[in-house]
């Protein structure tokens, strides 16, 4: 039961960097403009949720 949680919170957060990162393409790559703020808060985000799973995965495998 626990580990289907696990796996809707990964597929939960996927998606939602998956929306962020396609609304960063259209917006550059398409139109041109570039928003270095919306960059940085996705670069900030993702390196806080891998930082986070890594942890929590490695509590779960008990690797100190």
């Not at 996705?42 to 995965?57: E, F, P, Q």
């Amino acid at each position: 039961m626990e580990l289907e949680y696990f796996f809707l919170d990964i597929v939960l957060w996927f998606s939602i960097y998956l929306i962020v990162a396609l609304s960063l393409n259209v917006e550059y790559g398409y139109a041109g403009i570039p928003n270095f703020g919306r960059a940085m808060a996705v670069l900030i985000g993702a390196i806080t949720v891998g930082y986070v799973m890594n942890h929590i995965l490695m509590l779960l495998l008990g690797i100190d």
